[in-house]
Nanobody, 115 residues
Framework: QVQLVESGGGLVQAGGSLRLSCAAS????????MGWYRQVPGKERELVAS???????NVADSVKGRFTISRDNAKNTVYLQMNSLKPEDTAVYYC?????????WGQGTQVTVSS
């Protein structure tokens, strides 16, 4: 098992940047995949970006070129750098760790982008 704690959310103007952090309660070096999802009220949670323990990344088309995911195994932390934010990026952002076929979720952090 692993516990995840997200931080770094907040209110930002359109065009601004935020960096989200996801701190894990244990070493992430052996965790197959970690990622970020987001969800707005009334909609399903959607994948934003993911990164494997081999460093392979996958980024949603809607944020490609603006968001970057990275992981620091030494700090047991995954980051989501978000640049050129748009109002439609407003959502609760969740971190997920996938291991042994099971997903573990953090509690989420709110990101609000004002126009």
């Amino acid at each position: 098992q692993v516990q995840l704690v997200e931080s770094g959310g907040g209110l930002v103007q359109a065009g601004g940047s935020l960096r989200l952090s996801c701190a894990a309660s244990r070493s992430i070096a052996s965790i197959n995949q970690m990622g970020w999802y987001r969800q707005v009220p009334g909609k399903e949670r959607e994948l934003v970006a993911s990164v494997t323990n081999g460093g392979r990344t996958n980024v949603a088309d809607s944020v490609k070129g603006r968001f970057t995911i990275s992981r620091d195994n030494a700090k047991n932390t995954v980051y989501l750098q978000m640049n050129s934010l748009k109002p439609e990026d407003t959502a609760v952002y969740y971190c997920i760790a996938t291991m042994t076929g099971q997903g573990y979720w953090g509690q989420g952090t709110q990101v609000t982008v004002s126009s």
